[in-house]
């Protein structure tokens, strides 16, 4: 088991945007998180990233108790993650942007900086995004931000990823080379991902197991197929008529 | 036993020790114009050796250059406005002041002092870079020098209250006024040069990186791996020791140290109009802009007399408001540079 998250809760005063969340997630595994706005699946990302701290609960990785750790030790132990809105270095270029997440990823003090570099522009490469290595990322499109986000993450080489998102303002040809990219990531550097997405196609098609998560709590987890059609999922979505 | 080894490649001069590798860009276009610009400034002032108010001119824009140099790192490596730099060239000249007065130590014995005192005063002073942010942040920097001011009026028997301290220890005696004046203006140009070499050597390595990916969005960088608050405790603590030197300097300089000169608001405005006008995050924009500010100010109390207390800000102002890109900006945006060494990757 690469994560077991138990009981993880985390409040912003009286609002609990999570609460008592119990899952986990094997190696090599495409777990989709799912749940209508307001659910807590970005509250639980950050939650996970080390961003923001648990109020109770706690997180396991890889052996390793993360609860409450800080997020460049996460990341280092080898959870990395993207943004719902492209949160790039605007100052640097796309080559810089991913040669940050090289150098700090891991504990690298001997590598040299043309090392990173040349390290960046393979993870560049595997995106795609090679031709706009000197570009500013302020000036990429939000396609091109989004898979530099994924080439941020890989350069880390972590062994989780979570994605928030990923689709979120992208067009059906952009969708569907940002599907085939994720894939091609998942079997060239057999990373586990934890995909937040709200474009259901997607998650049908893409995940191994959905957990699906309304008001802060775990409703349903199960395969695509079994979450889509129970009960439960379909009212917190579209309400208590559409069951 | 460890293993060095000296290699050429790509341009590059690379250094291995062990396990450890650095490396330095050797293309002559990176080195061509400020190697003119520093020989410049190493053979003019000798056409001036019978212009002691010139050579002075220089000396203090180099000064001010001196402090300006880490204050634009530190703008950078923290991702904070920090309105207070000249506190540690309060500490600095201070420390420098009282160990000469009190303990007759000369400039060379003082000096590993003032950096420890340096380090130990920015060190304990960084937490603010963690605890602290934006506003908040800018008023306790902005807060701290006109602390320490008031502190020295307190503890007048200390520090000499309005007048300051006396009697230091002078830098450099050679017999000649004149040649006393020349040679402080080229220690005044080590002493900067130094400071531009070591940070810009920094601008250009990983520390560089991490500054400019903590300066742009600190949360994505802690989330990519980098120790956020450590780096900004480093750059803090080396910077305001960088800025102690400075203070240490003027006091052998001019022979005693005043907190009413360099303390005030008036002194911080003038740094980081500096910074911003030579060209923000550029350092060599900050010398420009040092030299700039230094040859302004001057220049107008000698053409408009008192009028120029109006103009010198108001000129200074205008410049801010109308040359975003500073005035080293001027010149790169006329010049493709590289601001990192290109990496030719060849796709097969």
Sequence with gaps: MLLNVQNITKRFGGLIAVSNLSFSVEGGEI?????????????FMNVLSGTLPAD???????????????PHEICQLGISRTYQIPRPFPD?????????GVMCGKRRPHMGFGDALLDASHCLEF?????????????LSLYELRVLELARAIATTPKLILIDEVMAGLNPAESRRAIKLIGRMVEEYHVTLIWIEHVMKIIMEATDRVVVLHHGEKLVSGSPREVSNDPKVIESYLGKKYV | MVKVKLEHKRGRLVLHIGDLKLECTIEPRRWRNPLLAVAVLVLLPPLFFHRPDILTLLTTANIYACVAI??????????????????FIG?????AALLSIHLGLGPLQSLPLVIIIGLISGFMLSPLTIVAKGLYYSIITLVLPLVFMQLTYVYSNIFGGEYGLSGVQQLISLGSMKLNFLVT????????????FVVNSIFRSRMGLFAAAINDDEDVANALGLNVNWWKIVCYTITSMMVSLTGWFIAYNIGGFSGETYLPLSFMLKILLIVMIGGRGEIYGTLIGAYFVSFLETGLRAAFGSISHVLFPLILLILL??????????????RYREYYPTVRVRKR
Excluded: C
């Design chain 1, 31 to 43: 777990l989709g998180l799912i749940g209508p706005n307001g659910a807590g699946k970005t509250t």
């Design chain 1, 92 to 100: 640097l270029t796309a080559l810089l942007n991913v040669a940050v």
């Design chain 1, 127 to 139: 995106v795609g995004l090679f031709g706009k290595r000197n570009i500013l990322a302020r000036d």
């Design chain 1, 56 to 70: 109770s609960g706690k997180i396991e990785f890889d052996g390793h108790d993360i609860t409450n750790k800080a």
């Design chain 2, 185 to 196: 203006f080229y220690l005044s140009l080590l002493m900067m040069l130094v400071f531009m």
């Design chain 2, 321 to 334: 408001l109308t040359l975003r890109e500073g005035l080293y900006g001027l010149y790169s945006k006329h």
């Design chain 2, 91 to 95: 500490i600095g000249g201070f420390a």
């Design chain 2, 70 to 87: 880490p204050v634009a790192w530190q703008m950078i490596g923290i991702g904070r406005m920090n309105f207070g730099p000249q506190i």
